[in-house]
């Protein structure tokens, strides 16, 4: 195989966040004593989350403004008497408690390990994230995580992928790729750096950015299968 380095996005690539966001914002609310119109909630709690995101990937507001202002945008939109900074903090500390791996994730994450180095990148809050890998159990198969916290760039820029490069043991740009679920964020990163990527698409979803991912799949079982048959096709040329 051509690739010795490995960089792995984690949430709804590695991770199920959106199981684990509904089970913590179900036990936040629970928590806060509110009961009725959860469901409704939520929907509208991840639309300005998804928004909130954007911008902070755009530099236009601060991961601290986002962590509290989708609770308070939520509640106010909704008129609800609660405290968006405690919904807050309840919310990141119930995260590690609801993680779910997405089917694959051991089985690539060990294979690829045993190739070369995994590495973690995110743009979620450190802290939580590597709270959230050590209850995954993928911890023995990842040699680093990179956060946009610490970095202090978030993917797609071009900053954040040099960060985590070098955080890696070697890196060369021709043996790296990066796997993630969101072209606008993972793959246009790798695209902008001079990488390989991996689109991991399980919906099938149709490509209409202008991000060009180098692999395409719908399951993680199928990552090593479609970078060993590629190595195949190199030699064969």
């Known amino acids: 195989m051509k690739y010795n380095l490995f960089l792995f996005d984690l949430d709804d690539t590695l991770l199920d966040f959106r199981a684990s966001e509904k089970r913590s914002f179900l036990h936040t609310m629970h928590t806060l004593g509110l009961r009725d119109g959860i469901d409704a909630l939520f929907t509208r709690y991840q639309e300005i989350n998804v928004d909130l995101w954007k911008r902070f990937e755009l530099g236009t507001v601060s991961k601290d403004f986002l962590k509290v202002e989708r609770f308070r945008k939520s509640f106010q939109e909704n008129a609800i008497d609660l405290d968006p900074e405690l919904a807050s903090r309840l919310y990141l500390e119930s995260l590690p408690d609801t993680v779910v791996l997405i089917d694959g994730a051991e089985h690539v994450c060990a294979a690829l390990s045993a190739i070369g180095e995994v590495g973690i990148i995110t743009n979620g809050v450190e802290a939580i994230q590597n709270r959230r890998i050590a209850a995954s159990g993928l911890s023995d198969y990842i040699s680093f995580v990179a956060t946009s916290e610490a970095c202090g760039h978030a993917k797609p820029d071009v900053r954040f992928f040099e960060y985590a490069a070098n955080m890696a043991r070697a890196c060369g740009k021709d043996s790296t790729i990066i796997v993630g679920d969101r ?49 195949v096709n190199l030699k064969q040329a």
């Open 183 to 231: 072209l606008d964020a993972d793959i246009l990163g790798a695209n902008r750096y001079g990488i390989d990527s991996c689109w991991f698409n399980p919906d099938r979803l149709a490509n209409t950015s202008a991000a060009v991912p180098t692999y395409e799949v719908a399951s993680l079982h199928d990552i090593v299968p479609a970078l060993s048959a590629m190595q």
